[in-house]
C-alpha cells in the first residue's frame, strides 16, 4: 500500500502525530494494557495518592468509569486503595511497584519514537521547526484539563 499523498503541513504535521501516537499504542499494547490503564498507571507514578475524582477530571472521564478500571486495575495488582486516616469515606489509589515497574519505561520509548521520526534533520533543522512550531502554537488556545 502506497503512503498517503499528503498535500498540506498540517496534513503533515497530523502523520507526524499519527507516527508517534502508533509508536505508543504498540509499547502500551506490548504490556497487555488499555490505553486508559496506561493512562491511569501513569498518573499514579506522578501523583501518588490520587483520589479517583481527579483521575476522572484528568482523564476527562466519568467517576464511575474510573471506579471500574482502578478495580481491574487493584485485582491485577497494579494499583491498591488505601482509606485516608480519619476518614474511612476517602480512600486514595497508588500505584503498586508491579504497575509501576509495568509503566516505567514509556518516557524513553517516547522519546526514541520521537528521535526516529526527526531522525531526517540535522540540528539546525530541528531549531528551525521546533521554532515554527513554537510560534504556531503560542497562537492557539492552551490544551486545559478540565
Known sequence: MDAPKLTTSLELVRWIGWAQRRAGEEWIRARELSHEQAFVLGYLVQNPGAIQRDIAQVSRTTPASVS??????ERSGLVERRT???NERSKRVYATPAGAEL???FDTAMAAADETILAPLDEAERATLHALLTKITAELPQPTRS
Not at 471500574?68 to 486495575?73: A, I, N, P, R, T
Open 68 to 73: 471500574s478500571l482502578v478495580q481491574g486495575l
Open 84 to 86: 485516608e486516616p480519619g
Open 103 to 105: 509503566i516505567a519505561g
